[in-house]
């Protein structure tokens, strides 16, 4: 399902479009801005950890969560986690802004890495752009780790299929017209089952203490 689909889903379901009717290209880009907000705040709550600062100046090996502010005086390699699962995160940040003169390669480690949305490869990636700042989760269904980046509206999600549905359902939250009414129970309801289902998945630790919290 293409994001543009999504977004025609979730405008229904919101009440904001009727049915057989197409969003204008208001409607679509407002809503695609909203789809981008929501999966970037899904980020260290519902796929994976937290990511937390933590230096780097020469080769090494990546850990999960960790966000790598690196300063380079010579050209290194980062060998991302092995053996990664579900939602486990890392990213960088070339505090130096010297990446064009001592490039950072991000070697995936036998996995494949993304090169754009819905394209991967094994090969390694030399980061050569000053200031470049990237993170990227790790998807077990494809073997890879996915660059956490906006969707265009002709794009697919980088989520499974699977998940489409319950990205149409907290977007269709998002989209309803509070300043009218109260959202009903379903749509509420709906919303907090996609995200659940995404967290089930990809922060399951997450998940179980909230419940813990909760009871």
Known sequence: MLVSAIIKQALRAAGVMDAGAEATPVQAAAALDALNGLQRSFFGMEVGPRLDAVSLTATGTGVYGALYQVKLAAPATLTLPDNPQDGWRVGVVDVAANFATHNLTINPNNRRIATAIGTYATANQALATNGVSKAW???????????????????????????????????????????????????????????????????????????????
């Open 137 to 215: 989760f790790y998807r077990a269904d494809v073997g890879a780790w996915i660059e956490e980046a906006d969707w265009a509206l002709t794009d697919t999600p980088y989520f499974p299929d699977a998940y489409h549905t319950a990205l149409a359902d907290i977007l269709a939250l998002v989209l309803f017209p509070q300043y009218e009414t109260t959202p009903p129970a379903h749509l509420v309801n709906n919303a907090q089952r996609g995200r659940d289902i995404i967290m089930e998945r990809y922060n399951p630790r997450a998940l179980v203490s909230r419940a813990r919290k909760g009871a």
